[in-house]
């Protein structure tokens, strides 16, 4: 049996969604798709060792799922391991083939793209904008001689698919991500997507603007600087913006990073918890990765990382290293 696992984001979904189009590929008879919400990234260990014959590993953290990589490998799984995460110590074995870039002006979709000789640039592209890599994206569109407008509608695709990952879970989410690549599958040009009426593209775009506009309304807790820290309501809109709007928010404010936070259970509970994205500053994308991994449950990558539950009595030292960080 085959296992495509994958990261619900746009960067997950959109490297699979090319490999699973490309004519260049050996494509499987059948596979089993295991993923979920853009911060369930333990995937690996989802995996049945007993029944699997080959496995393709997508956009998760290699250093988070190296104990499950390791089980498969004794086991003589092929793997085919495709990256821009912290990587932590990367196995030796001849069973795997991997594709690891942790260079913050990458993406997953990005490297894929590239070990398909651009096969699916276009999609590549959208991918790049919806894990807010405008500038690669841009520099591939330019290539291609895209216009103004064209990169504006695969920006708001990659947007809107990159939102509908994030959640606290996946009944938090408008589409299952495994659904959401399943319906994707049908279209190998994403502008054939972009202009069917009534497509997800429409659906998902009415979703993320009525989410967005609740989002203008954030309590700020700290600015400096160098850092702005914001507060979301605990509802399922919340949860749906808090990665996208932690990336707008890095748009229009380029030098400073970025928290947008939103309460995991009830204040009344002493011993609640935040879950934090964290935005490094689009003028110095590095260190989020390093500052989060400092906290319990946190991770990530340079650019971008987050917390899924940083306990309150932690939230000062937080904010303090962010700021001094960044600086």
């Known amino acids: 049996m085959h296992y495509d696992v994958f990261n619900g984001d746009a960067d997950g979904i959109i490297a699979l969604l090319q490999l699973r189009l490309s004519k260049k590929e050996k494509q499987p008879s059948e596979f089993t798709l295991i993923t979920g919400v853009k911060r369930d990234i333990s995937l690996l260990k989802q995996?049945?060792?007993?029944?699997?014959?080959?496995?393709?590993?997508?956009?998760?953290?290699?250093?988070?799922?190296?104990?499950?990589?390791?089980?498969?490998?004794?086991?003589?799984?092929?793997?085919?391991?495709?990256?821009?995460?912290?990587?932590?110590?990367?196995?030796?074995?001849?069973?795997?083939?991997?594709?690891?870039?942790?260079?913050?002006?990458?993406c997953t979709s990005l490297l894929v793209n590239k070990h398909l000789d651009d096969e699916f640039v276009l999609w590549a592209i959208t991918a790049a904008f919806g894990d807010n890599m405008q500038a690669s994206a841009e520099e591939l569109s330019g290539k291609l001689g895209l216009s103004s407008k064209q990169q504006s509608q695969l920006k708001e695709l990659g947007i809107y698919i990159n939102y509908n990952g994030y959640g606290r879970s996946v009944e938090d989410l408008h589409f299952h991500p495994a659904d959401l690549f399943r319906k994707l599958l049908k279209y190998s040009d994403p502008f054939e997507l972009i202009n069917e009426q009534g497509s997800i593209f429409s659906q998902l775009k009415s979703a993320y603007l009525a989410d967005m506009h609740q989002a203008k309304n954030a309590d700020v807790l700290v600015e400096n600087t160098s850092f702005k820290a914001v507060q979301l309501a605990d509802e399922p809109w919340a949860r749906r913006v808090s990665g996208v709007f932690g990336n707008d928010l890095a748009n229009i404010s380029p030098d400073k990073a970025h928290a947008v936070l939103t309460l995991n259970e009830s204040a009344l509970n002493t011993n609640y918890s935040y879950t934090v994205s964290l935005r490094a500053p689009l003028s110095n994308k590095q260190g989020a990765g390093e500052l989060c991994a400092s906290f319990p449950t946190g991770g990530g990558r340079a650019a971008a990382a987050g917390i899924n539950a940083l306990p309150q009595k932690m939230l000062g030292d937080f904010f303090d290293s962010v700021s001094k960080y960044y600086a």
Not at 50 to 68: F, Y
Not at 75 to 101: A, M, N, W
């Open 47 to 106: 995996v049945d060792v007993n029944l699997a014959e080959s496995v393709t590993v997508l956009d998760i953290s290699l250093e988070k799922n190296n104990d499950a990589l390791a089980r498969l490998l004794e086991q003589e799984v092929k793997v085919f391991y495709v990256d821009h995460h912290r990587t932590g110590d990367i196995p030796q074995s001849k069973q795997l083939f991997s594709l690891l870039d942790t260079d913050a002006n990458t």
